[in-house]
């Protein structure tokens, strides 16, 4: 219940109301005051605009000079000092010291001197008032400027808790950011390391397997004796893609491997763009039946991340050809359209959509739609329109 009191009083300090509310409070009980208990002109201007200038200390800060002196002056022009001057001048001194609107050193020292002329325009009004009051360096004069000193002393209290408030306030801002760029940092070595131990087992279990197809693939050409010419050329398309896939796995270990902030530069290998098509089409087709390749439209290079993103979406779909519908006739068709939107479709006479549950095939469908959301795009899989499955994605390159 006490924690919970503690936090609503410290939010309601915090909403943008509270300079508002305290400084029209302090105004009505300083007109108040000055309703019973009347003072000169200068008092009265003095209080009321110490006062009120409160409401704007913090959407202003400096404006808590103005109350301060308003303050000092209100005092001065009355032997009396009103509460509501008091409490005003205090909230002012600490809002100068809360803000550092000056050094402290100088606030502190402005007051004092103030508040010196504060109390020598009273000694003036004490000596035309009749009062018993000792020439200055007499016996007993340094008692005169009692007021002067206490004042100083308050206004010192008041501008060293704000500037203590701030430089507390400081010290936990810098500790919060000191702790998240510490948790950041524990954060950036996790994923480092969690990189690394996802590189050496690419490298353990993807890297040795594809170099050891590629290695048999080209043995296979000249240990097998009969071979076709056929055959052979087939067994050096299986070392020929083996090994690009290694150098596709190295480029990806590299960046794996690579500190964070810094994988482009070991991104020294181009990336493939639609320019590959062609070769990606002949792969395809050598180890998968009839493929053709059909392009629509003016080439126009397009930017790297679409380039990139429909290439591995019909390397994906083909891949999925050779996997569920092998053999199958295969139609690629891409259109540069005149409207600044790239059409890519990836069609074969298979058996079409599998009726079964989701398998690990769904994984290159989802692939495929991420890279297409990836560009702004979209991408629709399933059952074609005369049969077998049909890809097709639509990446907007630009706006007209």
């Given at each position: ?294 392009v629509t439209g003016e080439r126009v290079p397009l930017p790297a991340a679409w380039e990139l993103s429909a290439y591995r979406i019909a390397q994906e779909a083909l891949t999925n050809v050779r996997k569920h519908a092998p053999g199958a006739r295969t139609v690629v068709e891409i259109d540069y359209g005149a409207d600044r939107l790239l059409t890519l479709r990836i069609h074969d006479d298979g058996p079409g959509p599998h009726p079964g549950p989701a398998s690990g095939a769904s994984h290159g469908l989802t692939g495929m739609r991420e890279r297409a959301a990836l560009v702004g795009g979209r991408l ?21």
């Amino acid at each position: 219940m006490r924690t919970s009191l503690h936090q609503r009083f410290r939010a309601w300090i915090a909403a943008p109301s509270y300079p508002w509310a305290t400084g029209g409070a302090l105004t009505v009980a300083a007109v108040a005051e000055l309703i019973a208990f009347p003072g000169s002109v200068t008092t009265t201007v003095g209080v009321l605009v110490s006062s009120a200038s409160l409401m704007w200390r913090r959407s202003f800060p400096p404006l808590a000079m103005l109350t301060v002196a308003a303050g000092l002056i209100g005092f001065a022009g009355d032997v009396n000092l009103y509460l509501s001057i008091m409490a005003s001048g205090l909230i002012g001194c600490y809002t100068l010291g809360r803000n550092r609107v000056l050094h402290p050193a100088l606030t502190v020292a402005g007051g004092a001197l103030g508040a010196l002329c504060v109390n020598l325009v009273h000694i003036n009004t004490w000596s035309r008032m009749d009062l018993p009051v000792p020439a200055l360096w007499e016996k007993g004069s340094l008692s005169l400027f009692a007021e002067s000193f206490l004042l100083t002393v308050v206004i010192f209290g008041a501008v060293m808790m704000g500037d203590a408030v701030r430089s507390r306030e400081e010290t936990r801002n810098e500790r919060n950011l000191a702790q998240a760029q510490l948790i950041a940092m524990e954060r950036q070595q996790a994923a480092e390391a969690e990189r690394a131990a996802i590189a050496r087992e690419l490298h353990d279990i993807v890297s040795h397997s594809v170099s050891m197809i590629a290695v048999q693939a080209e043995s296979a050409t000249y240990t097998t004796p009969g071979l076709t010419a056929e055959a052979r050329d087939g067994f050096q398309q299986i070392a020929g893609t083996a090994r690009s896939s290694m150098a596709e796995l190295r480029r990806l270990l590299g960046v794996l491997r690579a500190p964070q902030g810094r994988s482009d530069a070991v991104l020294t290998a181009p990336q493939p763009t639609l320019d590959h098509l062609a070769e990606l089409v002949d792969q395809h087709r050598a180890v998968s039946g009839t493929t053709d390749l059909l392009v629509t439209g003016e080439r126009v290079p397009l930017p790297a991340a679409w380039e990139l993103s429909a290439y591995r979406i019909a390397q994906e779909a083909l891949t999925n050809v050779r996997k569920h519908a092998p053999g199958a006739r295969t139609v690629v068709e891409i259109d540069y359209g005149a409207d600044r939107l790239l059409t890519l479709r990836i069609h074969d006479d298979g058996p079409g959509p599998h009726p079964g549950p989701a398998s690990g095939a769904s994984h290159g469908l989802t692939g495929m739609r991420e890279r297409a959301a990836l560009v702004g795009g979209r991408l629709s899989a399933g059952a074609g329109p005369d049969g077998g499955f049909l890809v097709e994605a639509e990446l907007p390159w630009g706006t007209g």
